[in-house]
């Protein structure tokens, strides 16, 4: 079993950054990949940043070059970076451990809102 909570989401204004964070605990041995997802009411729940363990990682074009994702193994936690935030990233982002055995592990959630 794998847990995962998710910090760092808020208000913020279009242009402006936040730092998400998510802290995972348990069984990590099998984790091969780390994604942060979000979703919006009536909407499928879609991948935003993603890494595996060599550390290669991928984003869809809609936040290419504004998103980072990253991890310190040292404190056991993925982040996302997001730089000049959009209304459109509005939605309630969740952080994802998948495992090679067991499967998909998710946080609770956090809300962002990108609004003046």
């Known amino acids: 079993q794998v847990q995962l909570v998710e910090s760092g989401g808020g208000l913020v204004q279009p242009g402006g950054s936040l730092r998400l964070s998510c802290a995972a605990s348990g069984n990590m041995f099998s984790i091969y990949r780390w994604g942060w997802y979000r979703q919006v009411p009536g909407k499928q729940r879609e991948m935003v940043a993603e890494?595996?363990?060599?550390?290669?990682?991928n984003y869809p074009d809609s936040v290419k070059g504004r998103f980072t994702i990253s991890r310190d193994n040292a404190k056991n936690t993925v982040y996302l970076q997001m730089n000049n935030l959009k209304p459109e990233d509005t939605a309630v982002y969740y952080c994802?451990?998948?495992?090679?055995?067991?499967?998909?592990?998710w946080g609770q959630g956090t809300q962002v809102t990108v609004s003046s």
């Open positions: 890494i595996n363990s060599p550390g290669y990682t």
């Open positions: 994802n451990a998948h495992d090679a055995h067991t499967g998909d592990y």
